[in-house]
C-alpha cells in the first residue's frame, strides 16, 4: 500500500475515533442525568452516590479526547473543515464534561434532600429533566449528521427551558414564603433546576459548534438570552462539584 494512502487511511481512521469517543461521552451525560433524576423521583442515595463515579469515566475520556486532539493537530495538520471539527471538539468535550460536573451537583443535592422530609411536590423538575437530556442528544445528533438546520432549530428551545427555570424558581419562592421550615429543601431544589438549565445551556454551545463547523460562522453570544429573571444558583451551578 502506498505511504499516502496508509497515512489518509489512519488520518481518517483517528478522525472516526475522535468522533465515536464524543459521543460516548455525550452518551455517558445523558445516562448520568437520568439516573440522577431516579436517584431523586425514589429517593435513592445509594443511586446518587453510585452515579456521582460516573464522572470519573467522563474526566478520563475527557484527557483521551484532548489528546487525541492534540496528536492529529500536530500530526495531520487537518485544514478547512477537519480543523474546524478538531479544534471545536476540544469545546465540546468541555461541554460535556461540565454536564458530568452538574450531574454530580444534582446527585449531591439528591443525597441532601434524601436525609430531610419530603416536600412532596416535584416542581416539574422530571419535565425539566427530560428538556435538558434531549436537547443534549438531539446537539449530539446534529453534530453527528452535521446538520445546520437541526442546530438551529435547537437554539430556539433555549428560551423555553430558562422560562421552565424561572416558573420553576418562583413557585419555590412562593414555598419559602409562605412556610420558612420549607427554605433548606426548597433552595436544594432550586439548584437542582439551576443545574439543570445550565445542562441546557451546554447544549446550545454544542449547537452553535454545529453550525460554525458546517457554515464557518460564529454565531456565539448573537441569538440566546442567558438571562432568565431567577437569581442564580451556588457557584456550584457553573458545573464543578459543588
Not at 67 to 72: E, F, G, P, S, V
Not at 216 to 236: F, L, M, Q, S, V
Amino acid at each position: 500500500m502506498p505511504q499516502g494512502q496508509h497515512t489518509s487511511r489512519v488520518y481518517e481512521n483517528e478522525l472516526r475515533t475522535l468522533r465515536d469517543r464524543l459521543l460516548l461521552m455525550g452518551s455517558l451525560v445523558e445516562e448520568m442525568i437520568g439516573k440522577a433524576m431516579q436517584a431523586l423521583a425514589t429517593r435513592d442515595t445509594t443511586l446518587a452516590r453510585s452515579t456521582m463515579k460516573m464522572d470519573r469515566r467522563i474526566n478520563r475520556l475527557e484527557c483521551e479526547i484532548d489528546d487525541l486532539c492534540m496528536r492529529i493537530l500536530a500530526m495531520r495538520q487537518p485544514v478547512a473543515s477537519d480543523l474546524r471539527f478538531v479544534t471545536k471538539a476540544l469545546k465540546i468535550v468541555t461541554d460535556l464534561e461540565r454536564i458530568g460536573d452538574l450531574g454530580v451537583n444534582i446527585c449531591d443535592r439528591v443525597a441532601e434532600l434524601n436525609e430531610e422530609p419530603p416536600l412532596g411536590a416535584t416542581f416539574d423538575l422530571v419535565a425539566l429533566a427530560d428538556e435538558a437530556t434531549l436537547v443534549v442528544h438531539e446537539a449530539l445528533d446534529a453534530l453527528v449528521e452535521r446538520d445546520v438546520d437541526r442546530a438551529t432549530e435547537l437554539l430556539t428551545r433555549d428560551e423555553a427551558i430558562d422560562e421552565h427555570y424561572s416558573e420553576i424558581w418562583k413557585r419555590l419562592l412562593e414555598l419559602m414564603t409562605s412556610d420558612p421550615t420549607t427554605i433548606y429543601r426548597a433552595t436544594r431544589i432550586q439548584s437542582i433546576a439551576k443545574y439543570l438549565e445550565r445542562i441546557g445551556d451546554h447544549a446550545m454551545n454544542i449547537a452553535e459548534t454545529v453550525v460554525f463547523l458546517v457554515t464557518g460562522k460564529d454565531i456565539r453570544h448573537h441569538n440566546r438570552r442567558y438571562e432568565t429573571g431567577a437569581p442564580p444558583a451556588n457557584e456550584g451551578a457553573e458545573g464543578k462539584p459543588g
